[in-house]
């Protein structure tokens, strides 16, 4: 029997320890994984302190989009070796926004779920329709670049300046009434207020929350940092979670994989 497929959208720091934790616990269930570094794939090195501090997250989100997007294109011809109706999106926090993204374009007969982690809702914006199941993924403690330490990423909102002109490669969305010049003194709208809205018409989409558990699930140890950009932009950015929230986490997601892939 041909392994399902997991493509991973890294955040916006590239491919890292996160990632590569997700790889090694779904390949001991037989679980097939595709990971890339979308940065080194356009030919960017500069690492994390660069794109971290010099880069929007809307840029971002579009270069790893595109990626994921070719990722997801390629291993359809892959059916000699995955099984090309088993294939799962996830994504934590910039890629979190891709796969959600994504979810509006892929088909059903492939992609069976996409999966969320820390999904912000700026950048390139949400969709305003998926195709798919989407699971949302939060630590109860995500306040990932938050101005406070209750700042919770599933109910953040931020000016609708730090979204841009959607891009015609992504799906119409909430950026479209929500950008630089379309409404630029209004508030994006909350992720979780997003996933509401979408369920109300119809949508296959849920939450899941994990206590003790912040931004990242599977990038290390909960460590409760600031982080501080120029001289008075600091924000709170708590990461990792404890054990329980990662062995909790990933036996809900080789659940999900189980339960959605076409049986033989």
Known sequence: VKPALVII?????????LEMNLVAALQKHDIATLVFDAYQLNGF????PFWGSQATNESRQRMIYKATKGAYEWALTQSDKVD???VF??????????????????????????IAE??????????????????LVFGKLDNYGGK??????????????????????????NAQQCNGRQNPTGLTEKPIDWMNRLKAQGADIDIWFYENAAHGILQGPI?????????DNTTFSWTGSEPSAKSKMLTDMVQLIQQLRPQP
Not at 45 to 48: D, P, R, T
Not at 163 to 168: A, K, L, V
Request: neutral net charge; proline residues 6%.
């Open 9 to 17: 959208a890294h955040g916006g720091g590239g491919l890292g320890m």
């Open 45 to 48: 090195y500069q690492g994390y």
């Open 84 to 86: 090309t109706s088993a």
């Open 89 to 114: 999106l996830q994504g934590v926090s910039n890629g979190a926004a891709v796969v959600a993204n994504l979810a509006s374009v892929v088909s059903h007969d492939h992609v069976k779920a996409v």
């Open 118 to 135: 820390g999904l912000p809702g700026m950048g390139i914006g949400l969709p305003d329709t998926v195709a798919v199941p989407v699971k």
């Open 148 to 173: 406070h330490q209750e700042d919770w990423m599933w109910q953040r909102q931020d000016s609708c300046r730090v979204n841009r002109m959607p891009s015609p490669e992504t799906p119409l969305g």
């Open 223 to 231: 460590d409760r940092k600031m982080l501080t950009y120029g001289t």
